[in-house]
T-cell receptor, first 111, second 114 residues
Framework: GQQLNQSPQSMFIQEGEDVSMNCTSSSIFNTWLWYKQDPGEGPVLLIALYKAGELTSNGRLTAQFGITRKDSFLNISASIPSDVGIYFCAGGTSGTYKYIFGTGTRLKVLA | KAGVTQTPRYLIKTRGQQVTLSCSPISGHRSVSWYQQTPGQGLQFLFEYFSETQRNKGNFPGRFSGRQFSNSRSEMNVSTLELGDSALYLC?????????????FGSGTQLSVL
């Protein structure tokens, strides 16, 4: 099935560090969504982006809609232990009524 | 406001059986989507419904089907279960059904096929 490329695949970081991850595609999207998923649970929506170049924050999280509309970036500042989980990006295109999801970035925070 | 509710939470079935999963969207949301999540394939789109009409379907065999009721609640059915159907099945809802708006997920139904 189709998936977007997310990097890094996984990362260990120290508590208090900043984290960056990105999502790339060969297709153009109209909307980018970022999610966090804990084991055995459904993804929880973190940030939604609707315009190329848009920069949106949600607390310590900041995401950007890439200028080319083919990529998106998520930054987490001053990470804390509860940031542990898998982060997914998702791209949506008008008229398809579906999102294509990224391969996920597994974040592990060392206290 | 209650979130997306999926039942049951866990299911164990044997090969050849069929299963029906249920989803209640967020109140007022008219679009319901279903996704399958497996370790190997990640999150894959199954289908999307709006006003009881299926508007898109993913690349899954005909054994996977769904429907939406007039109250926006949705069900999906998998017939003749195979071992590879073991997965977390996620339902998501969105408000206006534009296809490019926020998508909210339920906790999922974990299906194990033995």
């Amino acid at each position: 099935g189709q998936q977007l490329n997310q990097s890094p695949q996984s990362m260990f970081i120290q508590e208090g560090e900043d984290v960056s991850m990105n999502c790339t595609s060969s297709s153009i999207f109209n909307t980018w969504l970022w999610y966090k998923q804990d084991p055995g649970e459904g993804p929880v929506l973190l940030i939604a982006l609707y315009k190329a170049g848009e920069l949106t924050s949600n607390g310590r999280l900041t995401a950007q809609f890439g200028i080319t509309r083919k990529d998106s970036f998520l930054n987490i500042s001053a990470s804390i232990p509860s940031d542990v989980g898998i982060y997914f990006c998702a791209g949506g295109t008008s008229g398809t009524y579906k999102y294509i999801f990224g391969t996920g970035t597994r974040l592990k925070v060392l206290a | 406001k209650a979130g997306v509710t999926q039942t049951p939470r866990y299911l164990i079935k044997t090969r050849g059986q069929q299963v029906t999963l249920s989803c209640s969207p967020i109140s007022g949301h008219r679009s319901v989507s279903w996704y399958q999540q497996t370790p190997g394939q990640g999150l894959q789109f199954l289908f999307e419904y709006f006003s009881e009409t299926q508007r898109n379907k993913g690349n899954f065999p005909g054994r996977f089907s769904g429907r939406q009721f007039s109250n926006s609640r949705s069900e999906m059915n998998v017939s003749t279960l195979e071992l590879g159907d073991s997965a977390l099945y996620l339902c998501a809802s969105s408000a206006a059904g534009t296809g490019v708006e926020k998508l909210f997920f339920g906790s999922g139904t974990q299906l194990s096929v033995l």
